[in-house]
Nanobody, 118 residues
Framework: QVQLVESGGGLVQAGGSLRLSCAAS????????MGWYRQAPGKQRELVAT???????NYADSVKGRFSISRDNAKNTVYLQMNSLKLEDTAVYYC????????????WGQGTQVTVSS
């Protein structure tokens, strides 16, 4: 099992910045890709950004140029730096870790609320 604990959410004005952290613990064997997803009220959960253990990144078009994902493999921690926040970035942000062995297993954190105000 893998436990994921997010932190860093909160209330911020439009144009501001926040940094989310996700600390992973437990059996990290086979964990390659980690990332962030978000879910706004009434909408489906969507990908925000992912990063592999080798540092390859992938971003949703809506956050490219504004958000940056990074990872400290020694600390089993992934970060999401969010700049130039917009009202539409308001959502619950979830940390995700993927174990890729014979089968693929997804692990999720409990989520952290990000609210962007005007």
């Amino acid at each position: 099992q893998v436990q994921l604990v997010e932190s860093g959410g909160g209330l911020v004005q439009a144009g501001g910045s926040l940094r989310l952290s996700c600390a992973a613990s437990g059996n990290m064997f086979g964990i390659n890709t980690m990332g962030w997803y978000r879910q706004a009220p009434g909408k489906q959960r969507e990908l925000v950004a992912t990063i592999t253990s080798g540092g390859s990144t992938n971003y949703a078009d809506s956050v490219k140029g504004r958000f940056s994902i990074s990872r400290d493999n020694a600390k089993n921690t992934v970060y999401l730096q969010m700049n130039s926040l917009k009202l539409e970035d308001t959502a619950v942000y979830y940390c995700n870790a993927v174990r890729s062995l014979v089968r693929t297993t997804d692990y999720w954190g409990q989520g952290t609320q990000v609210t962007v105000s005007s």
